[in-house]
């Protein structure tokens, strides 16, 4: 099973977290080994984890199909 792991920060308001959101995906996107976690998680944070990626995945690919003209 594949992890993709993506970038994020829980407790902000939702206009601060969409914008901080997306200041971290740019920071991803230049250097992902800084969003990689290779570290032991803790009680429900794995399947925070494999949410939290899928819906960064879903979004990416949203706004792939958006800018494609789909």
Request: hydrophobic residues 30%.
């Amino acid at each position: 099973m594949a992890l993709v792991s993506g970038c994020s920060w829980v407790g902000l308001g939702d206009s601060d977290r969409k914008s901080t959101a997306s200041r971290v995906s740019d920071e991803c996107r230049w250097n992902r080994s800084g969003c990689i976690y290779e570290g032991s998680y803790e009680a429900d944070e794995r399947d925070y984890a494999e949410a939290e990626a899928r819906r960064l995945n879903q979004a990416e690919m949203a706004r792939l199909r958006r800018s494609a003209g789909n």
